[in-house]
């Protein structure tokens, strides 16, 4: 079988790339182990356009954003089926410092902020707003788990998707094409997640993967909130006073699922939000693919020109993975440059 390129790891990554590559009429292969748990399956999915204690506008934030949102709406589009949902999300302050921190932000640069937020509209006394908010505006969550069966369907109905387990040993580099066992192609692209570096391609590029854990809960009291809200941790309604909760970041893969002490700091955080009563239905634990905070990490392999890295895309990947997926694309397929920031050549060699 001939395709044009082998793509490693239906997650996230490995799902923008096929949709970028198909976009250019390519014929691609996806080939992935359906593990049960993954990052992108156990992800909460949310787009925070500000992120962080200090509200910094990250560089190119606004084309990264209006992108990511054409682009699920486009797959949303195709595919008949809906994933991204685009919600209001009331950023409460922590803290006095925090709030003074926002005003003097805004002050230095009002117009550049104003794309992103608003005042806010939250009302409900069940909600702890201490030190006020704001309201920010471009962000929401997406239902990856919806986005991954979606992308499987459509590669499915173009003959381009696996199950299986890629032994990058097993795969053999010709001149003129890449072989995996019977499959031939241009080239291949790695997106494994936090695993991407346990690979002979790659191992030199220092991946800290960092665990997380959600909870799904009810909340009946404060059914009718609408807001995504965050304030260190979130809680993002999905209908009918359910709710999703979290998050934690912990370095230690000794037993990432076995470790009890997540459930216990995500209720705290959730205490912090709201005053109702909840009860915990169940409880998710997954590994984010992290390699510089949440800086997405790509290219071409110094000496193999015919294999190529998707990763890193940490906690922030639903926002900036589908414009970093379109520039790799245009990299492989048209040779045009990497930006700097994230090319793997010119940070890790
Ligand atoms: C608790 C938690 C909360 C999160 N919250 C958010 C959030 O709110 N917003 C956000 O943007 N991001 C969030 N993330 C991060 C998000 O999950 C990641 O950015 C993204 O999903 C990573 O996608 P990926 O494809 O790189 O990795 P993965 O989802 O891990 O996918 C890699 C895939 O490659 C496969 N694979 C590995 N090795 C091989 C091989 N040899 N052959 C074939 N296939 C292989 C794996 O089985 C897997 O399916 C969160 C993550 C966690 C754990």
Known sequence: MKV??????????????????????????????????????????????????????????????????????????????????????????????????????????????EKFSGPLTLDDDKIAVPYGGFEMKGGGWMDLPEFLSATRYHLLERLGYAIGRIDPDEVAIEENFVKWKNIEADGIIFAQGWQ?????????????????????????????????????????????????????????????????????????KVTQLTRAPFEVSSQRTGIRPVIRRSQVFMGRHPSQSRVFFFNGLGSKGVLNGPWHASRLVDHILGGVSLPDCSDIRSNFL
């Open 196 to 268: 991407g570096n346990q690979n002979r391609f790659f191992d030199w590029i220092p991946i800290k993967p960092t665990v997380g854990d959600i909870l799904d809960l009810a909340i009946p009291e404060i059914s009718d909130v609408s807001h995504i809200l965050n304030s260190g941790g979130w809680l993002i309604p999905k209908g009918s006073g359910t709710f999703s909760a979290g998050s934690t970041y912990r370095h230690d893969l000794d037993d990432p699922y076995g470790y009890d002490g997540g459930r216990a700091e995500v209720i705290k």
């Open 4 to 113: 044009d390129y082998l793509i490693v790891g239906q997650g996230l990554a490995g799902s923008l790339l096929a949709w970028h590559l198909l976009g250019r009429g390519q014929r691609v292969l996806v080939v992935d182990p359906e593990e049960e748990v993954t990052s992108s399956k156990v992800a909460a999915g949310l787009v925070t356009p500000l992120a962080g204690n200090r509200f910094n506008i990250p560089d190119g934030l606004g084309e990264r954003l209006d992108y990511a949102r054409s682009f699920y709406w486009s797959a949303e589009e195709a595919t008949k089926r809906h994933f991204f949902h685009h919600k209001r999300i009331a950023r409460l302050f922590r803290s006095e410092d925090e709030r003074e921190t926002w005003k003097s932000r805004i002050a230095e640069d009002p117009e550049a902020y």
